[in-house]
């Protein structure tokens, strides 16, 4: 492969805030140094279709403050196969693009890592996930704004279940990893998070259900991340009926926590992180997800970013606890 | 009764943002003019266990910009029965209580009426509900904050669904009445509104669809009224079955409506009826809601403001139909 | 003048929230009702430049919720002349323009009502502006969306003066009219309001200094309306003066009063003024303002719309000196 | 000094968002460790003169997401005295408290550290400020709320100065450190900041003035650090002088900047610390700070903590060149 002229760009997976302000920093990081960019809808399903389209820097303006992705986004079914792949790269090499930054989460991530494999074509992967659970990153693009929504919903929420005295059950996102839980009850006062890298069995609960409701406090929150047996409505029925004369509430934040503008974190770390894809490429790096870990921008393999076990700190369950009392 | 000396004040039924700065505004204009403020706890039920204690300006400092309320609230089942009427009337003697002031909707200052028919108490209501839907003031303590809470919800979906050009049917308080689904469509530029004021058929939902989404627009919201059969979920199903090929998704917006700092709206609105309670003792009025009507505070009569047909403005169907195209 | 095929819309004067779905409001109903709208840039500039395209239902997608105005604005000098309203009328005629849209506050409205009486062409205001002083409107548009603001600005400061037990003089928006700060002050339990409407003395300031900060409070907020003479530092330097020994801060909010997201309200009266304004065209209205009083959507004359003395509620000093105690 | 059994905690210096959280996790964390906790009010200023009261879980309940500090807080001139700490000390002895946490900022950290030299008392520190200026923590408690607040801030100016099409000079916190400067330009897209940590002259200037103004861009905002000589206002007179025809405005943010409900992460980082606080008081650490840094708790040193140099990444430069083209 030759000298890299032009950047291809997609979103890809679920939406996060901050995937604009990352599609900006690719676009305007990549012009400045020179670069083509073109910008490719509705992720790996637009490489397939060809719906593809040239970027100046006036595409991306006014988009660094807005939720969603401009680029749109889908979970492609058809790159999952060969055929799918190759009308891609067709479709790549048509179109002249040398190389691809993709913004998306671990799925997508290793999408980029299969194509890669099989084609040859420099692939660069941002970390845009609300659920921070790609491995190499401290953070991924999307978690800090996600965390804080949630944050502001559960204020509210505390608002109504302190006034009627109420037990609250609140479901929040990320299936396989429970940052956003964990973090979020302790950033709430809740008084307990239920998550998946820990195991929640009656005993707890009933140990908690003593601990806060049963002294001082009449009111309080429980988080729970997303699980399709184990969710906040699976919880709130056991504890109606283990613990009965508890009025017991449940609310799914749902996809509401997807949306709105993205927090400062957010914004900044999409812009280091495009930067820093356009200077991997310069660099002749392929195949590598650009990360910040302690303030540093990193690249990670993608082999290493999409691993299953990023480390879950479990002091802050500690924490929780203490400070729920 | 002698000249009243000693007012009692309660908030009951579900919570509305605005019912701390309506507490701090009858306590402040109460003891401004004279009058010795008593706070009753958890609504008609404090009320019948005694749970009050005397009220300084102190009490109510800091609680304006705040949700929820610090007096609880709760729904009584004993207030129905006469014998807990009398109970809360004994203690009304008991503690010197000379008038009393509700902080609730329609089903509290419906209780506050029968209470007023059965002993020689003034009863003077605040309207206190997201839902607006007490006649006789053009809002309610609470409407204005859920409305602007359901449009930046409603926003942030919106972002999402655009990514993923997705139907969205998102469900959102008002049980009987359609205010808040009504206006917050308009506010968010939503594609329909499900409301209990009007019918909406297959044929509706066909007209919309065609109408919208098979034509430039790849995404939609509708929102609904919450409802026993008929809610968001009612919806998506019979779109997903009618309509093959969409992908629907349901939020259901639940609680987090309820809470929240108040908006400027409601904490004037809020502060302006509970110093109109206060006026309307010294004016001697019983058995009325303080509102506010074409800027102006107005006494309404409970049986008038427990109405059912609070009027809704057919012409935002309209406003709604045109901009959606 | 034959039947109007074509509408121009513009806007004018200082931006307000809510100015974007102003003019969605009026291309949609304009389109849906079978005419043809024309975007005009940067107000009558925009006139007289010829800065003018026309507008599809697309034009306006997704800026029902953001802040400023696409359409640009400006403070015209040229069209305060006979040449520059010359100018812009002959544009008006090569664009085939039929009818004029104009969202805008006092010096706006009252440039529209000199040129439609020198020139035959229906000229249709919204009432755009966050100082609400428009007459015969209940609101303007940007006025509730800048009230919240500034209650938010107005809550973090009271965080900061009350653990630094310190005195405020924040400065708001509101040169002529004192709307802004009056309602503000009586939304955020500030300790007093300085207006336009009400002289503030040195013993009214010595009055509430003794009455509040002298007993229980020891932080203290007062909003003071813009004025160039005698704006928050002329009064801060005076309390400095007469009462020394305080910690007296003075914060001026400016520019960021006007941007934001537009309240719901906003974006629900400027959807209800944009139809109006096309259903007016349609009656063969012309030189009216279009506003909601009492909740109906109601036509204003120019002449009436740009008078000075909308009134201003004096019983809202009343709730704030009682409140503040 | 014998084992320690009752902890004093006081807030010192400008306030931020956070510290209430701060304050409850050590009350909370310390009690359930078995120690007794006892507030101190105002600072240093409290502990001269015995403003201390016992602290329980309950005072400390429905704090962690309010702006300010509930201990209140002041910068003492008399702790900068020997009789001023010698009476503090006296305190200390007379209510039985055997180790104090401070949360403040430098000023606040060189305090403690004098006083421990003095006197036997363990002091341990945790970073309350929102300058992000203490070393050996990646961020200190209230940056990263003020950080979201002037992004929320500006993307509101942005508005405005887009309609208008001008250019703003914005002036921020931070008067010896451009972390808030530097980021907040970074996240809104702005196009400069102008930092203590980088001379800004009159080329800089022309050279951004040419870039973006004088081509597409039409609006343009720099952020300025705040300075007591070249803060805004001189930047923006310089530019009115030798660029004119621009309209050329001026924001200062001031306070508001301080107050608000903090974000989750400094609610996360508030109560990681407050936890590390009493874990280092139980492992016989004293005299340092307690930070995050990689995501991990670690002991700063106070000598270390207050040095004046902590990094600032350079690299964030090119950044917000790159981008803002």
Do not use: W
């Amino acid at each position: 492969m030759g000298k890299i002229k032009t950047i291809g760009i997609l979103t890809s997976g679920g939406d996060a805030p901050g995937m604009n302000a990352a599609i900006r920093a690719v676009t305007r990081g990549g012009i400045y140094n020179g670069f083509n960019i073109k910008g490719i809808y509705r992720g790996y399903d637009g490489l397939i279709n060809d719906e593809i389209k040239p970027f100046t820097t006036e595409n991306v303006s006014g988009i660094i403050n807005r939720g969603g992705t401009i680029l749109k986004t889908a979970r492609s079914k058809e790159f999952e196969t060969p055929e799918g792949r190759e009308k891609a790269y067709k479709n790549i090499q048509d179109e002249g693009i040398d190389a691809l930054v993709i913004i998306g989460g671990n799925g997508s991530l290793t999408g980029a890592m299969i194509f890669a494999q099989e084609y040859d074509i420099p692939c660069i992967g941002l970390p845009g996930t609300i659920d921070n659970d790609l491995y190499g990153t401290d953070n991924t693009i999307g978690y800090d704004t996600t965390l804080n929504t949630i944050v502001e919903c559960v204020d509210r929420i505390r608002d109504t279940a302190q006034s009627h005295e109420r037990i609250f059950f609140v479901e929040v996102m990320g299936r396989d990893a429970g940052f956003l839980a964990q973090n979020s009850a302790i950033a709430t006062g809740a008084e307990a998070a239920i998550i998946p890298e820990d195991s929640t069995d009656v005993d707890q609960l009933q140990n908690f259900m003593e601990r806060g409701i049963r002294k001082s406090k009449k009111s309080c929150i429980v988080i729970v991340s997303e699980s399709p047996k184990c969710g906040a409505l699976y919880y709130a029925d056991r504890v109606k009926k283990e613990f009965p004369g508890y009025d017991v509430r449940v609310s799914i934040l749902g996809h509401l926590q997807r949306g709105g503008s993205p927090s400062a974190r957010d914004r900044i770390l999409a812009s280091r992180t495009g930067v820093g894809a356009i200077e991997a490429i310069m660099q002749g790096q392929r195949n590598i997800m650009v990360g910040v870990r302690n303030n540093e921008v990193v690249y990670v393999p993608f082999a290493d970013a999409i691993r299953s076990d990023k480390p879950f700190d479990r002091k802050l369950i500690t924490v929780l606890d203490e400070l729920s009392i």
